[in-house]
């Protein structure tokens, strides 16, 4: 038999049929269970050393517990939880030393029955029962296992497992293998026990009439202390739970949550040290006593001042900023706690969380962020129960006990990516958390106890409108911010980003001069985006190799940067944007979108083969394209006649449609006229001009539809060059949008019918 390796216990008992929960951090300790973990069917052998300082060949005990190892985890404390099963008592031999590990053989311990065996049993059992109802501490759930139980041996084991004696009792339990010797060692311990209980009841008795309640509890605390020492548990906890009380005492939240908190903290008190259990009502108090359950910051009501921050922070967004304006003067006016929550959509980039932090400094409250995006899981908003593994609270708690306060800003970021599945659905969870009607009494599943939300300010954002869950975009009140245009970028760059940048990186405007034309080099060539995100970590890393260069090159203190340097320092430019006019071709017309990055055009193509009428689609386009496509094939064979088109070309051929990047997916109605226009080209054979973008749906009869993010897709169109748009009818409307100095250089052509681009284009 292949010899097992020891464990080595200092301060608990592990019995046969017995299953034990340790937490270890040391490291001796740690590297023993990760070799049982592998080896041998998990098995070892559990030894309790007779002296602990004096661990060596010569001292160890002759019997010991045959366990296996059923679980191993690691927990976040840098610990490692296990969980230990005893399967019976065993006698050690010929124990070695193996590297910094002993390793033993062993043999089952034969136990001969004994006709006392029977009365043993009963006495045991009858003074068990006696012993559990006088104590107190002692659960009764042991009485359920004795029907389980058969032979004395088995009976002694359990008994013993359950008693709250010293360890260094217990140990004496191991090494006696006889069972009426450990049964008459249980009826003694019982005993003793007994009478201690008596005498302490009898004193409290006592006690009870003459002290009145305050010293009652020191009394009670003193004697907890005394048990403490006297079990040999350390100091750390007494002090902690000093420390608690004082913390308590001064909190102030309502009579209710302080009940609770005192509660946990006396059974704190009684909890075992070595138990598991421990920790995790540990971090319960810890969350409970660190949350600002009253703590409140006043709110500044000069709304003047608010807008001089809100305008010092970020340039422009006037309309934006207006609106925020007006909901917080609605806000202050009425007090209205059925006011609608802020949220802020638009790109990336585009400030919408710096604003919000801006609105909590402006006036004066702590803020909060978290972000909800790709959760889907509701324990995420309103956390899980405590008896839950691992449990914490929910979101929502973990961003107030961050803010500190029971009002600050609350940013929930990407409420439009939040997804729904088994898990529940977490757009419900949040609903509730933003209802004014509900939030005053919002409870999270770990906190147990309801925390008051109402007064929290709470700002969501999103990138686009429609993908918020429908529920939720009923009870916000929604502000649009939408890409900047180039020349805004470089007022952002110049107002607010460079400072900002110059400051953070210890330098000063006399060091580093920027021109507006390399400003523009790094917003057109190193940046694609709607927002100026990307510019400002690009603007970061300039000045960062700049900083490096001065402290490295003591000659060099004044930079002013060029092309020349700019490329120096970031390399060649990675967007280009060609003159587009130059090679224009058959079947290739713009379309224009909306993407993350802001609007850009999407160029669409088409091409024809022989075959026999087949329409073949690439470029990964969502179902609404596809169908735009045959609408658009459609529409041009039954008008083949007016727009004088061979019906044979389309009949004999097959026609291909690309819209590239191949790799982006694509979706939408938008591109309709743009397919429309790609397919007529091709089949007349006539070029359109580059420099010309369209957008718009169309339907079967020809009719243009209106269409979304006209003022991104115009930007974006404008940034690419182009000089002329077709755009629906219907968008008039939104023409005012768009920033003058682009609208000056565009050319814009409203339709109503297709047959209105066929004759500006093909007549
Ligand atoms: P979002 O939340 O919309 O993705 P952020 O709020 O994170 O964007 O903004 C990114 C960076 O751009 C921040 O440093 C912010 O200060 C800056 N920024 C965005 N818009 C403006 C603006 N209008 N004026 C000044 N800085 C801006």
């Given at each position: 038999m292949n010899k097992l390796l020891v464990l080595i216990i200092n301060d608990m008992v592990i019995f046969p049929n017995n299953e034990v929960r340790i937490e270890y951090d040391n490291n001796y300790d740690k590297q023993m269970v990760e070799i049982v973990d592998m080896i041998n069917d998990n098995l070892m052998l559990i030894v309790n050393p007779i002296d602990e300082d004096d661990i060596s060949l010569t001292t160890f005990p002759k019997y010991g517990v045959l366990g296996r190892l059923k679980l191993k985890m690691n927990v976040p404390n840098g610990k490692t939880r296990i969980v230990i099963e005893g399967i019976e008592r065993v006698k050690l031999s010929s124990i070695v030393e193996d590297g910094y590990h002993y390793k033993a053989d062993y043999e089952q311990v034969t136990i001969e029955s004994h006709e006392e065996e029977k009365t043993y049993f009963n006495i045991v059992v009858k003074s068990l029962e006696t012993y559990i109802t006088k104590v107190p501490y002692m659960s009764n759930a042991i009485m359920s296992q004795l029907n389980n139980v058969e032979t004395l041996d088995e009976l002694c084991d359990l008994v013993v497992s359950f008693l709250p004696i010293k360890y260094e009792e217990k140990k004496k339990y191991i090494v006696t293998p006889d069972p009426i010797e450990r049964a008459k060692y249980l009826i003694e311990d019982m005993n003793k026990d007994l009478k201690l209980v008596e005498l302490e009841q009898r004193i409290e008795n006592e006690v009870e009439r003459e002290l009145d309640k305050t010293q009652k509890e020191y009394f009670l605390r003193e004697k907890i202390k005394l048990m403490q020492k006297e079990l040999g548990e350390g100091n750390n906890k007494e002090t902690e739970i000093e420390r608690l009380t004082k913390k308590v005492s001064k909190m102030k939240c309502n009579s209710k949550v302080k009940e609770k908190i005192k509660r946990e903290l006396a059974r704190y008190e009684t909890i075992n040290s070595y138990s598991p259990e421990l920790g995790m009502v540990r971090e319960y108090l810890d969350w409970m006593t660190n949350l600002p359950w009253n703590n409140y910051t006043k709110d500044t009501n000069n709304l003047a001042k608010v807008k001089e921050i809100l305008d010092s922070s970020h340039y422009a967004l006037d309309d934006v900023k207006d609106r925020v304006l007006e909901y917080l003067a609605v806000k202050q006016n009425?007090?209205?706690?059925r006011s609608p929550i802020l949220c802020l959509v638009g790109p990336p980039g585009v400030g919408k969380t710096s604003l919000a932090l801006s609105i909590a400094k402006s006036l004066n409250r702590a803020s909060a962020k978290i972000s909800v995006g790709g959760i889907n899981d509701e324990a995420e908003i309103v956390g899980h129960r405590r008896t839950y593994i691992g449990a914490n609270p929910g979101r929502i708690i973990q961003g107030i006990r961050k803010a500190g306060t029971t009002n600050p800003v609350f940013i929930i970021d990407e409420i439009d990516k939040m997804t729904k599945d088994i898990k529940g659905d977490p757009a419900s969870s949040l609903l509730e958390v933003l209802d004014p009607e509900q939030n005053s009494k919002f409870s999270d599943h770990y906190i147990e106890e309801e925390f008051d939300l109402s007064k929290v300010m709470f700002i969501a954002t999103a990138n686009y409108v429609e993908q918020i869950p429908y529920e939720l975009r009923d009870r916000l009140e929604i502000i649009t911010i939408s890409s900047y245009t180039e020349y805004e970028k470089l007022d952002i760059a110049k107002k607010h980003l460079i400072p900002k940048q110059l400051e953070e990186h210890g330098l000063t405007p006399l060091q580093v001069q920027i021109s507006d034309e390399s400003i523009m080099i790094l917003i057109r060539n190193y940046t694609k985006e709607a927002g100026v995100r990307e510019l400002e970590r690009t603007i970061a890393t300039l000045f960062r190799k700049i900083v490096k260069n001065i402290l490295l090159s003591k000659d060099v203190f004044f930079y002013d940067i060029d092309e020349k340097l700019i490329e120096e320092h970031l390399g060649k430019k990675k967007y280009i944007y060609t003159e587009n006019d130059k090679s224009k071709e058959i079947g290739v017309v713009n379309g224009m979108a909306y993407t993350v990055f802001g609007g850009d055009i999407l160029p669409i193509e088409a091409t024809l083969f022989k075959g026999k009428g087949d329409l073949i689609l690439t470029g990964s386009l969502g179902e609404v394209m596809q169908e735009s496509c045959h609408i658009a094939l459609d529409y041009v064979k039954s008008n083949a006649k007016a727009f004088k088109i061979d019906n044979k070309l389309i009949e004999e051929n097959d026609i291909h449609i690309h819209v590239p990047e191949g790799a982006v997916n694509k979706d939408g109605p938008s591109a309709g006229i743009t397919i429309t226009t790609t397919l007529i080209s091709l089949f007349k054979g006539k070029c359109v001009e580059k420099d010309i973008a369209m957008t718009g749906e169309i339907t079967l009869r020809g009719r243009v539809l209106g269409i979304g993010g006209l003022k991104e897709k115009i930007i974006g169109a404008h940034r690419a060059n182009i000089k002329k748009v077709f755009i629906p009818k219907e968008n008039s409307k939104d023409l005012d949008e768009i920033p003058e100095e682009i609208r000056n250089d565009l050319k814009f052509i409203m339709v109503n019918n297709y047959k209105d681009i066929y004759k500006a284009l093909f007549k």
């Open positions: 009425t007090n209205n706690l």
